[in-house]
Nanobody, 124 residues
Framework: QVQLVESGGGLVQAGDSLRLSCAAS????????MGWFRQAPDKEREFVAA????????YYADPVKGRFTISRDNAKNTVYLQMNSLKPEDTAVYYC?????????????????WGQGTQVTVSS
């Protein structure tokens, strides 16, 4: 069983930065990729970013390219999402997820384990 625990959310103003963390249990060393998704009120959950655990290759949704950076610390089994130049439209609950099979990084379908989510609120 993989356990994922997100932290780092909060209330910030537009233009500020936040760094989210996702601490994972030991088994994630064998995961294929880790991803971040978000869900805003009254909207479907959407892809934000993903990282291949072994290669370190990264993937981003268009709305966050150039502002968000996903990274990993293998030794700590932790994935980070550095969010800069935050906008009110970034307000959402952010979830990290782990997948153990190859396939589209952008689809929720391949991610088998999910964290409980952390709230990010950006005021204008």
């Amino acid at each position: 069983q993989v356990q994922l625990v997100e932290s780092g959310g909060g209330l910030v103003q537009a233009g500020d930065s936040l760094r989210l963390s996702c601490a994972a249990s030991d088994r994630t060393f064998s995961s294929y990729a880790m991803g971040w998704f978000r869900q805003a009120p009254d909207k479907e959950r959407e892809f934000v970013a993903a990282i291949n655990w072994r290669s370190g290759n990264t993937y981003y949704a268009d709305p966050v390219k150039g502002r968000f950076t996903i990274s990993r610390d293998n030794a700590k089994n932790t994935v980070y999402l550095q969010m800069n130049s935050l906008k009110p439209e970034d307000t959402a609950v952010y979830y990290c997820a782990a997948r153990f099979v190859s396939g589209s990084y952008y689809s929720q379908a391949g991610y088998h384990y999910w964290g409980q989510g952390t709230q990010v609120t950006v005021s204008s």
